[in-house]
């Protein structure tokens, strides 16, 4: 190197010494955050725009120092945030940190392999088939179901339905869907709880978003069979094509569970992919008094459960289990000339079943958890979270200006005021108000639901922090606003 060449750690990276005193540093940061996060507030209160409007509009064109940027983080991107994290943030479903699993991140991170193939990283891709197989035991799935990581539900259940449009025998793969006039109209089912990740998956498909059909469900909010069955019967007599059902285990809305056993039988009979959105309810399954939740997914062509929603694995990491994921490679395999030579070993290559070839090594870190929680710790933690819905359910139960709106089955409680002397849309707002109220304390962090034209608070636990005492407060917020509402 020429004396009028830069150091390498002057373009951006830091030399080892510096390095490890940074990496020290935030350790000692991501401790100190996650052992005080309990003291911040939940939601900032900068308008939109506050964010972009404090930094730079273009890139700097030299180097910065590391410790201005990591002011700039404290001073800045923090407070900005929604702490997810938070032991009161019952917003959505629970979202938890968790040691081992912030270890984890930040091990693959150092290590930076893409686990496409064997070849590109052996340990990655092994190590994935092993926490796979340990995770289809827990949740007590067949052994004909073999796993597929991916980052979201969203995107398992896309690939899920492309498996199941291929398995039709209609060539889309190779030939496509325009212009194709001797193609049926193909359909898709599922509850009028289920996700919008369902729409989401034949837009991207091209099946069409109109093409999704809302079956209704009971007073449980679960799908009815019969129901299903007509409208499937229906399609046939028009000449369309049914693709697909998906039944759910925990809805987004109120965790409830459709009847799979009967759900699949229905498919059965008609010979139609039954896939099973168990994204939240499949944790449900390493209980032993909870497996209820997951009876008859064994006769599921395909089946997602995120682990990062109730098994305490960090955000990004969605399981997709099929009995049929020849289909998938069918769809998904792809090997270019560039490839051809890391991809020829006699091993495990999980890019061909997905659309990404770089894959980060997120079994890494659900390694971690697995191991360090043990199933036995597992248990316990949902045990808890069942209990603490249970207890807010029996305050609201005995409150005369509140009531339940849907059955606790899991760790959600859907609740409203309860006033006869409003009417709907006055009660549906006075709702809102209460959980806008909420969030703004910065205290806690609620959503809102819509069950069947009633707004309702929704109040999900799954965070490893939450005590009694943050339910117990955020109940007791909860009342104090709704008084002030009145």
Same mark, same amino acid.
């Given at each position: 190197? =020429?004396?009028? #060449? +830069?150091?390498?750690?002057? !373009?951006? *990276? &830091? @030399?080892?010494?510096?390095?490890?005193?940074?990496? /020290?540093?935030?350790?000692?940061?991501?401790?100190?955050?996650?052992?005080?996060?309990?003291?911040?507030?939940?939601?900032?209160?900068?308008?939109?725009?506050?964010?972009?409007?404090?930094?730079?509009?273009?890139?700097? =064109?030299?180097? #910065? +120092?590391?410790?201005?940027? !990591?002011? *700039? &983080? @404290?001073?800045?991107?923090?407070?900005?945030?929604? /702490?997810?994290?938070?032991?009161?943030?019952?917003?959505?479903?629970?979202?938890?940190?968790?040691?081992?699993?912030?270890?984890?991140?930040?091990?693959?991170?150092?290590?930076?392999?893409?686990?496409?193939?064997?070849?590109?990283?052996?340990?990655?891709?092994?190590?994935?088939?092993?926490? &796979?197989?340990?995770?289809?035991?827990?949740?007590?799935?067949?052994?004909?179901?073999?796993?597929?990581?991916?980052?979201?539900?969203?995107?398992?259940?896309?690939?899920?339905?492309?498996?199941?449009?291929?398995?039709?025998?209609?060539?889309?793969?190779?030939?496509?869907?325009?212009?194709?006039?001797?193609?049926?109209?193909?359909?898709?089912?599922?509850?009028?709880?289920?996700?919008?990740?369902?729409?989401?998956?034949?837009?991207?498909?091209?099946?069409?978003?109109?093409?999704?059909?809302?079956?209704?469900?009971?007073?449980?909010?679960?799908?009815?069979?019969?129901?299903?069955?007509?409208?499937?019967?229906?399609?046939?007599?028009?000449?369309?094509?049914?693709?697909?059902?998906?039944?759910?285990?925990?809805?987004?809305?109120?965790?409830?569970?459709?009847?799979?056993?009967?759900?699949?039988?229905?498919?059965?009979?008609?010979?139609?992919?039954?896939?099973?959105?168990?994204?939240?309810?499949?944790?449900?399954?390493?209980?032993?008094?909870?497996?209820?939740?997951?009876?008859?997914?064994?006769?599921?062509?395909?089946?997602v459960v995120n682990p990062h929603k109730w098994l305490f694995v960090p955000l990004d990491f969605s399981v997709l289990y099929t009995r049929r994921r020849e289909m998938l490679r069918a769809v998904f395999a792809l090997t270019p000339e560039y490839l051809r030579g890391d991809a020829s070993a006699n091993a495990e290559n999980y890019m061909d079943y997905g659309i990404q070839l770089g894959r980060r090594?997120?079994?890494?870190?659900?390694?971690?958890?697995?191991?360090?929680?043990?199933?036995?710790?597992?248990?316990?933690?949902?045990?808890?979270?069942?209990?603490?819905?249970?207890?807010?359910?029996?305050?609201?139960?005995?409150?005369?200006?509140?009531?339940?709106?849907?059955?606790?089955?899991?760790?959600?409680?859907?609740?409203?005021?309860?006033?006869?002397?409003?009417?709907?849309?006055?009660?549906?707002?006075?709702?809102?108000?209460?959980?806008?109220?909420?969030?703004?304390?910065?205290?806690?962090?609620?959503?809102?639901?819509?069950?069947?034209?009633?707004?309702?608070?929704?109040?999900?636990?799954?965070?490893?922090?939450?005590?009694?005492?943050?339910?117990?407060?955020?109940?007791?917020?909860?009342?104090?606003?709704?008084?002030?509402?009145?």
């Amino acid at each position: 190197m =020429s004396n009028d #060449e +830069p150091a390498p750690q002057s !373009l951006g *990276d &830091l @030399d080892p010494a510096e390095f490890r005193q940074r990496l /020290h540093e935030a350790a000692d940061w991501i401790a100190d955050y996650r052992e005080q996060i309990g003291a911040r507030r939940i939601s900032p209160q900068e308008p939109p725009g506050a964010i972009i409007a404090a930094l730079p509009s273009s890139a700097p =064109s030299a180097p #910065e +120092p590391l410790v201005a940027i !990591l002011e *700039d &983080l @404290d001073r800045i991107i923090v407070p900005g945030l929604v /702490h997810w994290g938070h032991p009161a943030f019952f917003g959505y479903f629970g979202s938890t940190t968790t040691a081992p699993g912030i270890l984890g991140e930040m091990i693959a991170a150092a290590l930076n392999v893409s686990a496409m193939t064997w070849r590109t990283s052996p340990a990655a891709t092994e190590l994935e088939t092993v926490v &796979l197989e340990w995770l289809r035991k827990m949740l007590h799935l067949s052994d004909e179901h073999r796993g597929v990581v991916y980052d979201t539900a969203s995107v398992a259940t896309l690939h899920a339905l492309a498996a199941a449009r291929e398995a039709l025998g209609l060539d889309i793969r190779r030939s496509g869907l325009a212009g194709r006039t001797e193609l049926p109209r193909l359909k898709v089912y599922a509850s009028d709880q289920a996700h919008s990740s369902i729409e989401k998956a034949v837009i991207t498909l091209g099946i069409g978003e109109e093409n999704v059909t809302r079956v209704p469900t009971d007073d449980e909010f679960r799908i009815i069979p019969a129901a299903l069955e007509a409208e499937i019967l229906k399609d046939m007599a028009d000449g369309h094509r049914p693709c697909a059902v998906v039944a759910t285990v925990g809805t987004t809305s109120t965790t409830s569970v459709d009847p799979v056993e009967a759900i699949a039988a229905v498919c059965r009979k008609h010979n139609i992919w039954l896939h099973v959105d168990a994204a939240y309810g499949g944790a449900m399954a390493l209980l032993p008094e909870g497996r209820w939740a997951m009876a008859g997914t064994d006769l599921a062509d395909s089946i997602v459960v995120n682990p990062h929603k109730w098994l305490f694995v960090p955000l990004d990491f969605s399981v997709l289990y099929t009995r049929r994921r020849e289909m998938l490679r069918a769809v998904f395999a792809l090997t270019p000339e560039y490839l051809r030579g890391d991809a020829s070993a006699n091993a495990e290559n999980y890019m061909d079943y997905g659309i990404q070839l770089g894959r980060r090594f997120r079994a890494l870190k659900a390694w971690m958890v697995f191991r360090a929680f043990g199933e036995e710790g597992l248990r316990l933690r949902i045990r808890e979270h069942i209990r603490l819905a249970r207890l807010l359910a029996s305050w609201i139960a005995a409150d005369p200006g509140f009531e339940l709106v849907a059955p606790v089955t899991m760790a959600v409680v859907c609740f409203s005021v309860r006033n006869q002397q409003m009417s709907l849309p006055q009660v549906n707002h006075t709702v809102e108000v209460i959980v806008q109220s909420v969030n703004a304390t910065g205290e806690a962090y609620l959503t809102h639901t819509d069950i069947r034209g009633r707004t309702a608070i929704r109040l999900a636990i799954g965070n490893v922090l939450t005590t009694e005492a943050h339910v117990a407060a955020c109940w007791a917020l909860v009342r104090a606003v709704s008084a002030s509402a009145a």
